[in-house]
Protein backbone atom coordinates (compact mmCIF):
# COMPACT_ATOMS: atom_id res chain seq x y z
CA UNK A 1 0.00 0.00 0.00
CA UNK A 2 2.92 2.63 0.72
CA UNK A 3 4.52 1.97 -3.15
CA UNK A 4 0.74 2.50 -4.24
CA UNK A 5 0.53 5.69 -2.30
CA UNK A 6 4.03 6.90 -4.05
CA UNK A 7 3.31 6.04 -6.82
CA UNK A 8 0.13 8.29 -6.75
CA UNK A 9 1.83 11.01 -5.06
CA UNK A 10 3.91 10.92 -7.93
CA UNK A 11 1.62 10.74 -10.83
CA UNK A 12 -0.02 13.91 -8.96
CA UNK A 13 3.37 15.69 -9.28
CA UNK A 14 3.46 15.17 -13.10
CA UNK A 15 0.15 16.14 -13.57
CA UNK A 16 0.78 18.86 -11.98
CA UNK A 17 4.02 20.23 -13.71
CA UNK A 18 1.68 19.41 -17.15
CA UNK A 19 -0.86 22.19 -16.31
CA UNK A 20 1.65 24.79 -14.85
CA UNK A 21 3.88 24.28 -17.80
CA UNK A 22 0.57 24.73 -20.14
CA UNK A 23 -0.70 27.93 -18.10
CA UNK A 24 2.98 29.64 -18.35
CA UNK A 25 2.95 28.75 -21.66
CA UNK A 26 -0.63 29.97 -22.74
CA UNK A 27 -1.11 27.25 -24.78
CA UNK A 28 -0.66 23.19 -25.00
CA UNK A 29 -2.48 20.07 -24.84
CA UNK A 30 -2.79 19.43 -20.61
CA UNK A 31 -5.83 17.24 -20.58
CA UNK A 32 -4.04 14.84 -22.99
CA UNK A 33 -1.47 14.68 -20.67
CA UNK A 34 -3.45 13.81 -17.50
CA UNK A 35 -4.96 10.80 -19.31
CA UNK A 36 -1.64 9.18 -19.60
CA UNK A 37 0.20 10.35 -16.16
CA UNK A 38 -0.71 7.33 -14.51
CA UNK A 39 0.69 4.88 -16.62
CA UNK A 40 4.28 6.81 -17.66
CA UNK A 41 4.66 7.41 -13.77
CA UNK A 42 4.61 3.42 -13.26
CA UNK A 43 6.60 2.82 -16.61
CA UNK A 44 9.10 5.13 -15.15
CA UNK A 45 9.47 4.54 -11.70
CA UNK A 46 9.51 0.96 -12.02
CA UNK A 47 10.14 -0.68 -15.77
CA UNK A 48 12.37 1.98 -18.12
CA UNK A 49 15.89 1.88 -18.33
CA UNK A 50 17.65 4.80 -19.15
CA UNK A 51 20.90 6.82 -19.07
CA UNK A 52 20.60 10.26 -18.26
CA UNK A 53 23.82 11.32 -19.03
CA UNK A 54 24.45 9.39 -22.24
CA UNK A 55 20.91 9.55 -24.13
CA UNK A 56 22.70 7.94 -27.34
CA UNK A 57 23.71 4.69 -25.03
CA UNK A 58 22.49 2.11 -27.48
CA UNK A 59 22.15 0.07 -24.26
CA UNK A 60 19.09 2.41 -23.37
CA UNK A 61 15.06 1.57 -23.47
CA UNK A 62 13.31 4.15 -25.96
CA UNK A 63 10.66 6.19 -25.27
CA UNK A 64 8.25 7.52 -28.52
CA UNK A 65 5.64 9.71 -27.43
CA UNK A 66 3.61 9.52 -30.52
CA UNK A 67 1.01 11.17 -29.57
CA UNK A 68 3.38 14.46 -30.26
CA UNK A 69 1.15 17.06 -28.92
CA UNK A 70 1.47 15.92 -25.05
CA UNK A 71 4.55 17.19 -25.06
CA UNK A 72 4.41 18.20 -21.41
CA UNK A 73 4.08 14.64 -20.09
CA UNK A 74 7.23 13.84 -21.81
CA UNK A 75 9.42 17.05 -20.60
CA UNK A 76 7.56 16.07 -17.42
CA UNK A 77 8.70 12.27 -16.72
CA UNK A 78 12.25 13.48 -17.32
CA UNK A 79 12.21 16.53 -15.47
CA UNK A 80 11.15 14.62 -12.11
CA UNK A 81 13.94 11.70 -13.25
CA UNK A 82 16.70 14.56 -12.75
CA UNK A 83 17.65 15.70 -16.00
CA UNK A 84 16.74 19.37 -15.19
CA UNK A 85 14.81 21.09 -12.47
CA UNK A 86 11.21 21.16 -12.95
CA UNK A 87 10.77 24.60 -12.52
CA UNK A 88 12.61 25.04 -16.18
CA UNK A 89 9.65 23.63 -17.09
CA UNK A 90 7.70 27.07 -17.03
CA UNK A 91 9.72 28.18 -19.80
CA UNK A 92 7.44 25.75 -22.10
CA UNK A 93 7.18 26.76 -25.64
CA UNK A 94 9.15 29.81 -25.03
CA UNK A 95 11.82 31.51 -27.38
CA UNK A 96 14.77 29.71 -26.22
CA UNK A 97 13.33 27.24 -24.27
CA UNK A 98 14.35 23.45 -25.04
CA UNK A 99 10.75 22.62 -24.39
CA UNK A 100 8.94 23.31 -27.70
CA UNK A 101 5.57 22.22 -28.49
CA UNK A 102 5.69 19.50 -29.79
CA UNK A 103 9.08 16.86 -29.48
CA UNK A 104 12.20 17.71 -31.59
CA UNK A 105 15.53 16.06 -31.74
CA UNK A 106 16.81 19.79 -30.37
CA UNK A 107 15.27 18.16 -26.75
CA UNK A 108 17.83 15.10 -26.66
CA UNK A 109 15.76 12.96 -24.64
CA UNK A 110 13.35 12.58 -27.47
CA UNK A 111 13.61 9.90 -30.28
CA UNK A 112 12.08 11.21 -32.94
CA UNK A 113 9.74 14.33 -33.91
CA UNK A 114 6.46 13.50 -32.93
CA UNK A 115 2.67 14.81 -33.55
CA UNK A 116 2.75 14.47 -36.94
CA UNK A 117 -0.25 11.63 -35.47
CA UNK A 118 -0.05 8.09 -36.31
CA UNK A 119 4.38 7.73 -37.08
CA UNK A 120 5.50 7.27 -33.43
CA UNK A 121 4.72 2.80 -33.95
CA UNK A 122 6.58 2.95 -37.07
CA UNK A 123 10.02 4.77 -35.56
CA UNK A 124 9.26 2.78 -32.44
CA UNK A 125 9.45 -0.69 -34.69
CA UNK A 126 12.10 0.35 -36.21
CA UNK A 127 13.75 1.23 -32.78
CA UNK A 128 13.17 -2.12 -32.24
CA UNK A 129 14.18 -3.90 -34.58
CA UNK A 130 17.96 -2.35 -34.51
CA UNK A 131 17.90 -3.62 -30.77
CA UNK A 132 16.83 -7.34 -31.67
CA UNK A 133 19.55 -7.28 -34.29
CA UNK A 134 22.29 -6.15 -32.70
CA UNK A 135 21.33 -7.79 -29.31
CA UNK A 136 21.26 -4.33 -26.58
CA UNK A 137 18.56 -5.88 -25.35
CA UNK A 138 16.64 -3.11 -24.60
CA UNK A 139 12.78 -2.13 -24.93
CA UNK A 140 11.22 0.51 -26.98
CA UNK A 141 8.06 1.42 -25.26
CA UNK A 142 5.19 3.58 -28.05
CA UNK A 143 2.71 6.36 -26.45
CA UNK A 144 0.23 6.49 -28.91
CA UNK A 145 -3.25 8.45 -28.68
CA UNK A 146 -6.18 6.75 -29.98
CA UNK A 147 -7.20 9.51 -32.75
CA UNK A 148 -4.16 7.86 -33.90
CA UNK A 149 -5.12 4.25 -33.90
CA UNK A 150 -7.30 5.80 -36.98
CA UNK A 151 -3.78 6.54 -39.29
CA UNK A 152 -3.18 3.76 -42.12
CA UNK A 153 0.52 3.84 -41.20
CA UNK A 154 -0.37 2.44 -37.43
CA UNK A 155 -1.60 -0.58 -39.35
CA UNK A 156 1.73 -0.82 -41.43
CA UNK A 157 3.79 -0.72 -38.32
CA UNK A 158 2.13 -3.28 -36.37
CA UNK A 159 1.89 -5.39 -39.63
CA UNK A 160 5.80 -5.15 -40.00
CA UNK A 161 6.26 -5.35 -36.13
CA UNK A 162 4.50 -9.10 -36.11
CA UNK A 163 6.35 -10.33 -39.18
CA UNK A 164 9.91 -9.41 -37.47
CA UNK A 165 8.91 -10.64 -34.33
CA UNK A 166 9.92 -7.53 -32.49
CA UNK A 167 9.08 -9.03 -28.89
CA UNK A 168 10.85 -6.14 -27.43
CA UNK A 169 8.45 -2.95 -28.79
CA UNK A 170 6.19 -2.20 -26.31
CA UNK A 171 2.86 -0.16 -27.53
CA UNK A 172 0.94 1.56 -24.97
CA UNK A 173 -2.23 2.72 -26.11
CA UNK A 174 -3.94 5.82 -24.72
CA UNK A 175 -7.30 5.18 -25.20
CA UNK A 176 -9.22 9.20 -23.56
CA UNK A 177 -12.25 8.49 -25.74
CA UNK A 178 -12.19 12.13 -26.96
CA UNK A 179 -10.32 13.37 -29.67
CA UNK A 180 -9.51 16.77 -30.61
CA UNK A 181 -13.36 17.83 -31.70
CA UNK A 182 -15.59 14.77 -31.18
CA UNK A 183 -15.42 11.47 -29.68
CA UNK A 184 -13.19 8.81 -31.61
CA UNK A 185 -13.80 6.33 -34.02
CA UNK A 186 -14.65 3.49 -31.43
CA UNK A 187 -14.63 5.95 -27.84
CA UNK A 188 -14.30 3.71 -25.27
CA UNK A 189 -14.77 0.05 -27.41
CA UNK A 190 -12.06 -1.39 -25.68
CA UNK A 191 -12.79 -4.66 -27.94
CA UNK A 192 -12.16 -3.19 -30.60
CA UNK A 193 -8.52 -2.14 -29.96
CA UNK A 194 -8.27 -5.50 -28.82
CA UNK A 195 -9.19 -7.54 -31.51
CA UNK A 196 -7.48 -5.29 -33.89
CA UNK A 197 -3.91 -5.93 -32.78
CA UNK A 198 -4.30 -9.29 -31.75
CA UNK A 199 -5.53 -10.31 -35.75
CA UNK A 200 -2.08 -8.62 -36.39
CA UNK A 201 -0.67 -11.13 -34.10
CA UNK A 202 0.57 -8.91 -30.68
CA UNK A 203 -0.24 -10.11 -27.73
CA UNK A 204 -2.17 -7.57 -26.24
CA UNK A 205 -3.94 -6.74 -22.68
CA UNK A 206 -6.24 -4.39 -21.77
CA UNK A 207 -6.15 -2.58 -18.59
CA UNK A 208 -7.81 0.47 -16.91
CA UNK A 209 -5.31 2.68 -17.44
CA UNK A 210 -5.63 4.97 -13.90
CA UNK A 211 -5.28 1.39 -11.87
CA UNK A 212 -1.61 1.41 -10.69
CA UNK A 213 -1.81 -2.84 -9.70
CA UNK A 214 -3.10 -3.48 -14.10
CA UNK A 215 -0.37 -0.93 -15.18
CA UNK A 216 2.29 -2.69 -13.11
CA UNK A 217 0.82 -5.84 -14.17
CA UNK A 218 0.60 -5.11 -17.63
CA UNK A 219 4.25 -3.62 -17.92
CA UNK A 220 5.92 -6.99 -15.83
CA UNK A 221 4.38 -9.09 -18.35
CA UNK A 222 5.45 -7.03 -20.80
CA UNK A 223 9.44 -8.03 -20.03
CA UNK A 224 9.19 -11.54 -20.51
CA UNK A 225 9.77 -11.72 -24.64
CA UNK A 226 7.64 -14.39 -26.35
CA UNK A 227 8.21 -13.79 -29.91
CA UNK A 228 5.24 -11.18 -30.37
CA UNK A 229 5.26 -7.41 -29.84
CA UNK A 230 2.71 -6.55 -27.01
CA UNK A 231 0.41 -3.95 -26.94
CA UNK A 232 -1.24 -2.90 -23.61
CA UNK A 233 -5.04 -1.06 -24.21
CA UNK A 234 -5.23 1.52 -21.55
CA UNK A 235 -8.80 2.27 -20.98
CA UNK A 236 -8.38 5.99 -19.81
CA UNK A 237 -10.20 9.48 -19.00
CA UNK A 238 -8.85 12.99 -20.84
CA UNK A 239 -7.89 15.36 -18.07
CA UNK A 240 -8.30 12.76 -15.28
CA UNK A 241 -7.24 13.77 -11.82
CA UNK A 242 -9.16 17.24 -12.38
CA UNK A 243 -12.73 17.26 -11.76
CA UNK A 244 -14.00 20.10 -13.66
CA UNK A 245 -11.80 18.26 -16.66
CA UNK A 246 -11.98 14.53 -16.66
CA UNK A 247 -14.00 13.00 -19.55
CA UNK A 248 -15.09 16.10 -20.30
CA UNK A 249 -15.49 17.63 -24.17
CA UNK A 250 -14.27 20.91 -25.16
CA UNK A 251 -10.86 20.61 -22.92
CA UNK A 252 -8.67 19.41 -25.89
CA UNK A 253 -6.06 21.44 -26.62
CA UNK A 254 -6.46 24.18 -24.51
CA UNK A 255 -4.07 25.49 -21.21
CA UNK A 256 -5.60 26.46 -18.02
CA UNK A 257 -5.79 30.45 -17.34
CA UNK A 258 -4.33 31.36 -13.79
CA UNK A 259 -7.65 30.92 -12.17
CA UNK A 260 -8.51 27.20 -13.17
CA UNK A 261 -5.02 25.86 -12.41
CA UNK A 262 -5.32 27.34 -9.17
CA UNK A 263 -8.70 25.45 -8.53
CA UNK A 264 -6.69 22.72 -10.29
CA UNK A 265 -3.98 22.20 -7.79
CA UNK A 266 -6.19 22.76 -4.91
CA UNK A 267 -8.14 19.27 -6.38
CA UNK A 268 -4.32 17.81 -6.47
CA UNK A 269 -3.81 18.69 -2.93
CA UNK A 270 -0.44 18.85 -1.13
CA UNK A 271 2.48 17.48 -3.32
CA UNK A 272 5.86 16.48 -2.63
CA UNK A 273 8.10 18.37 -5.19
CA UNK A 274 11.15 16.63 -4.31
CA UNK A 275 9.45 13.18 -5.23
CA UNK A 276 12.01 11.82 -8.02
CA UNK A 277 11.85 8.56 -10.44
CA UNK A 278 15.09 6.38 -9.89
CA UNK A 279 16.04 5.23 -13.24
CA UNK A 280 17.75 1.75 -13.59
CA UNK A 281 20.63 2.18 -15.96
CA UNK A 282 21.62 -0.09 -19.03
CA UNK A 283 24.61 -2.61 -17.57
CA UNK A 284 26.71 -1.78 -20.98
CA UNK A 285 27.00 1.36 -22.66
CA UNK A 286 28.07 1.88 -26.28
CA UNK A 287 27.41 5.03 -28.45
CA UNK A 288 26.50 5.10 -32.20
CA UNK A 289 29.68 5.75 -34.67
CA UNK A 290 28.75 8.25 -37.00
CA UNK A 291 30.68 9.21 -40.24
CA UNK A 292 29.74 12.33 -41.86
CA UNK A 293 30.37 13.51 -45.68
CA UNK A 294 29.13 15.88 -47.72
CA UNK A 295 28.54 15.02 -51.44
CA UNK A 296 27.86 17.46 -54.43
CA UNK A 297 25.04 16.07 -56.19
CA UNK A 298 25.82 17.67 -59.26
CA UNK A 299 22.07 18.85 -59.72
CA UNK A 300 22.11 22.77 -61.14
CA UNK A 301 18.92 24.94 -61.19
CA UNK A 302 18.18 28.68 -62.70
CA UNK A 303 16.89 30.70 -60.71
CA UNK A 304 13.34 31.59 -61.17
CA UNK A 305 12.67 28.51 -62.70
CA UNK A 306 9.42 26.20 -61.74
CA UNK A 307 10.64 22.70 -61.15
CA UNK A 308 8.63 19.39 -60.67
CA UNK A 309 9.80 18.23 -57.14
CA UNK A 310 10.72 14.98 -57.83
CA UNK A 311 13.67 16.53 -59.68
CA UNK A 312 14.93 18.26 -57.09
CA UNK A 313 14.39 15.49 -54.49
CA UNK A 314 14.66 12.42 -56.73
Known sequence: MEQLKELQEKAKLVRKWCLISTTEAGSGHPTS?????DITTVLFDRYFSYDLSNPLNLYN??????????????????GMAGAYPLDELK????????????PVPQYK????????????????????????????????????????????QIW?????????????????????????????????????YVRKFEAFDFEVIAIDGHNYEEISRALQTAQRPNGKPFAIVAKTFKGHGISFLE??????????NKEELEKALKELETVDDNLRFQLKKPQQTQSPQYTVSVTDTGLKF????????REVFG
Open 33 to 37: CLSAA
Open 61 to 78: DRFVLSKGHAAPLLYTLF
Open 91 to 102: TLRKFGSRFEGH
Open 109 to 152: YAEAATGSLGQGLSVGAGLALVSKREGYGAKTYVLTGDGELAEG
Open 156 to 192: EAANFAAHEKLDNLVAILDINRLGQSQETMFGHRIDE
Open 247 to 256: NKDGWHGKAL
Open 302 to 309: EQGKEYAT
